[in-house]
């Protein structure tokens, strides 16, 4: 869906997270990346459920066939409507209405990270027992950090405040530690959980190409987001906050900026400084 390649392990993920839910009892509807409109939920034994839950079954699925980090990035949120199967208007909340988010990594481990707005707390799976084991207790993200994250093939479409900003980054100077290392996976979960627990700052920002920004803010923005916050991070577009921004569609899209305290302050003052620049 949203014009790009669905490769079959993305299509059998979103199928067993669908059906995991509708099993479940406690979802009457699901958004997914990988389909159109809504999932409505309407059996018996979810008659009574209260939440509904909007998922990115399998980010960095273009990195499959290279055997690089993939993951799953999910959001809880309770119903507005009253009762029976979910509606549209149920996801049409801010993120500040979230109750719960989290990503799975699946790497060298497997590895679920997720909030209930009480901070941030890490499980990697035990294969032996088939259980989620607490590994990372309270994770708290570095408030500075010496990695960027960013897509520098897309450089000359980026805005004149990300072009500051990554030279800035490039720039020999030790009273700052820079320059700065750049790493880019590609696979936005890998990205983001590696710079949650060393510090660091992801952006996906608009470029020329996508003036409104690639990533969905529902199913990707807004959980990742309240993660990072939790996490003692930052998470804007740029210029306001991911989660205070109002969702008027499914699959809408925004740039994202997120990461530790201090670069985040610093890319900010670039994106505002060269604000009429980037026009």
């Keep these: 869906m949203q014009g790009e390649r669905v490769k079959k392990l993305d299509v059998f993920a979103n199928d067993q997270f669908i059906a995991a839910l509708k099993a479940g009892g406690e979802c009457c509807a699901i958004a997914s990346e990988e389909n159109e409109d809504i999932i409505p939920i309407d059996s018996e034994i979810s008659k009574n459920a209260r939440y509904v839950v909007a998922m990115d079954p399998l980010d960095g699925s273009s990195n499959i066939d290279v055997n690089v980090s993939i993951g799953t990035i999910f959001s809880i949120y309770r119903r507005v409507s009253l009762n029976g199967p979910g509606t549209h208007e149920d996801f049409m909340q801010r993120g500040t209405e979230q109750v719960a988010a989290g990503y799975i990594i699946y790497g060298s481990s497997a590895m679920l990270v997720y909030t209930t707005g009480k901070g941030v707390n890490g499980f990697t799976l035990d294969p032996s027992i088939g259980e989620f084991c607490l ?56 990205d983001i959980h590696r710079n949650l627990i060393t510090g660091g700052i992801y952006i996906y920002p608009t470029t020329t190409k996508s003036p409104k920004g690639k990533l969905r803010l529902l199913y990707e923005c807004n959980p990742l987001a309240f993660i990072i916050e939790q996490a ?48």
């Design 135 to 190: 590994s990372h207790p309270n994770m708290q993200m570095p408030k500075d950090g010496k990695t960027y994250s960013i897509n520098e093939g897309n450089y000359l479409h980026f805005p004149e405040g990300v072009k500051k900003y990554i030279k800035y980054c490039q720039e020999e100077d030790k009273a700052t530690n820079r320059p700065y290392s750049s790493r880019y996976i590609g696979s936005g979960v890998a």
């Design 232 to 279: 003692g991070g930052v998470a804007t577009d740029g210029y306001k906050r991911i989660m205070e921004q109002d969702i008027t569609e499914l699959h809408q899209r925004t740039p994202l900026f997120l990461g530790s305290t201090e670069m985040m302050k610093t890319s900010m003052g670039f994106m505002e400084k060269f604000k009429e620049a980037s026009v």
